[in-house]
């Protein structure tokens, strides 16, 4: 059974930081690349930061300086390291792994607010 476990989520005031971690069980978590998504109320999904198997990264340009993703593969194990928090970036965040064509997996979703 695959599962995709998020954590790190919580209330931040702006400016602050926070690091997001998925922890992966039931796949190759190596050969799968990774990403973090997220979604605000009353909008679509959207791609924040993914990492390749081989470990090449790319960021949405909203977060671009702010945020770092990195995997460790020892444990099976995605983050996402987000700085300079903004309240636009209050939202839930999900982790995704995905391998080949068509097989793609969700985590439940962590509530990040930025807020003072």
């Known amino acids: 059974q695959v599962q995709l476990v998020e954590s790190g989520g919580g209330l931040v005031q702006p400016g602050g930081s926070l690091r997001l971690s998925c922890a992966a069980s039931g796949i190759m978590f190596r050969f799968y690349a990774m990403g973090w998504y997220r979604q605000a109320p009353g909008n679509q999904r959207e791609l924040v930061a993914a990492?390749?198997?081989?470990?090449?990264?790319n960021y949405a340009d909203s977060v671009k300086g702010r945020f770092t993703i990195s995997r460790d593969n020892a444990k099976n194990a995605v983050y996402l390291q987000m700085n300079s928090l903004k309240p636009e970036d209050t939202a839930v965040y999900y982790c995704?792994?995905?391998?080949?064509?068509?097989?793609?997996?969700w985590g439940q979703g962590t509530q990040v607010t930025v807020s003072s």
């Open positions: 990492i390749t198997a081989g470990g090449t990264t």
């Open positions: 995704k792994a995905a391998v080949g064509v068509g097989t793609s997996y």
